[in-house]
């Protein structure tokens, strides 16, 4: 499976687990306890095991955290079922230790929600923007503030060919 790691935090990678969300047919990568078992490695964070249940666990706390992210790119009041549920993953929250450890799902979940926390009610929640490409809308980190679509090269080639047939069409 692959799995993007350009958002520019763990918590944004987490969003990208399901691609083109918000088109006709997305992708879904967490299809199973081996997907999330990898795609939590590949974050850095060893897991002692994964089950079907963390699997669902990680796509809701995944859509509540899209939610948050969502609310504040469009600067408006997080919806209350999203602000519970990652309160609910925090609570899974083990201990910060400098030597690493293996650790549960559910805490590796409540440590990237806890990651989302600082982004979104920190200095870096003004860098965060959504993708503008329209079945995309990935929530990313803009560090140039420049950017329209997320570092998705297929986003921004489909906005720019798309820009530039309405600009033909326009003459």
Known sequence: MDFRTDGGATWLNLLATSGRTFGERPVERLQASRDLAAWLDLMGFATTGSTSADV?????????????????VEGREPAAQDVARVDE??????????????????AALAEIAAQAL???????AGLLK?????DCRWVFLDVSGRRRWCPSPAC???????AHRAALAGR
Request: aromatic share 0%.
């Open 56 to 72: 669902e666990r990680a796509r809701a706390v995944r859509e509540a955290l899209r939610g948050l992210a969502m609310s504040s």
């Open 130 to 134: 959504e993708c503008d490409e329209r």
């Open 118 to 124: 600082v982004t979104l009610r920190g200095p870096d």
């Open 89 to 106: 993953a925090l609570r899974a929250r083990g201990p910060i230790s400098v030597v690493p450890t293996t650790t549960s799902v559910g």
């Open 156 to 162: 921004a080639s489909r906005g720019r060919v798309r």
